[in-house]
């Protein structure tokens, strides 16, 4: 079998195994809910913000007298909120190994999951530089376009026109700190459990050598993630647009819309639940292309006792 052709084929086995273990879904939604599982919920019923909303935001940061220390404490907070967002993300990521066979359960999952946490950290160092150039980017651009919103095209596209390169080199850092960190993040789960630093150097090692897979692979994931956001906003939306207008209204709410609304909760929670299987597949075919499990006996024991 040629290299596409296994790579493929483990795919397909992923999808086997996470398919038939439900149990598998519900650790994966922990950790999309913390990638972008909120994500659509925040878009439809907040509403996505429009063009101008940036225009003035970044006009009155500009224009404020504590520029630019306003801008660092909204960085501050944006910081904070991505390391929680991590930390969900590793507790759902560690349970998931576990449940995969990639981690032993004997161990305490909070050591498990204080591990994976760091792992995720040190692999967004990648995407932390990129972004950091971005922002460098952005405040040498900034106060031309947002003191002159309405010269020269759309604010968005004159960002987007004076930041591609960014952008670019923001998007090769995240698919490179996705395979590196998947890469480090089992191995330093294994059973006896390498040092830290050994499990990072082992990944950044596996990624160099088989550059076009790990990429790859990340990549899969990354598109996928983003079909499914996609998918959910609007679906959300269809369901949404008939309970705004009554939650909206300054009257009392009609209560024929209270059904609808906890079908909206339950059709976003469907949804969050149907990301957690989409990442628990992406995690599984994870593990079988590096090797660090027997996943590929489970799915074959299983298959024997259907």
Do not use: K
Not at 44 to 50: E, L, N
Not at 144 to 154: C, E, H, Q
Request: charged share 10%; hydrophobic share 60%; aromatic share 8%.
């Amino acid at each position: 079998m040629t290299p596409a052709g296994e790579w493929l084929a483990r795919a397909a086995l992923a999808a086997r195994l996470t398919s038939g273990r439900p149990g598998l879904w519900v650790s994966g939604a922990i950790g999309a809910l913390a990638y972008a599982g909120w994500l659509p919920l925040v878009l439809v019923v907040g509403s996505a913000p429009r063009t101008s909303d940036f225009a003035f935001l970044g006009a009155d940061l500009y224009a404020s007298p504590l520029f630019p220390f306003n801008v660092l404490f909204v960085a501050f907070l944006f910081a904070m909120v991505v390391v929680v967002a991590c930390a969900l993300a590793a507790l759902g990521e560690a349970v998931l190994l576990r449940q995969l066979g990639g981690a032993p359960t004997g161990r305490p999952l909070g050591r498990d999951a204080g591990t994976t946490l760091s792992v995720i950290l040190v692999a967004a160092l990648p995407v932390a530089v990129a972004v950091g150039a971005a922002a460098l980017g952005l405040a040498s651009v900034a106060p031309a376009v947002f003191t002159s919103p309405d010269i020269g095209g759309p604010v968005l596209v004159r960002l987007s026109g004076a930041l591609a390169p960014y952008l670019l080199g923001l998007v090769a850092a995240l698919l490179v700190g996705q395979a590196w960190g998947a890469g480090a993040m089992r191995r330093a789960l294994a059973d006896p459990p390498p040092s830290l630093g050994a499990s990072l150097v082992g990944g950044l090692r596996d990624l160099l050598t088989r550059p076009a897979r790990r990429i790859g692979l990340a990549l899969v994931g990354t598109f996928a993630d983003l079909i499914a956001v996609l998918l959910a906003i609007g679906v959300l939306r269809m369901v949404w647009s008939r309970i705004e207008g009554d939650l909206a209204s300054a009257g009392p709410v009609d209560p024929a819309a209270l059904p609808l609304l906890l079908g909206f909760v339950t059709i976003w929670l469907v949804l969050v639940l149907v990301a957690g299987l989409l990442h628990a597949w992406i995690s599984a075919w994870w593990s079988l292309e590096l090797s660090t499990t027997g996943l590929e006996a489970t799915v074959q024991g299983e298959e024997v006792a259907r």
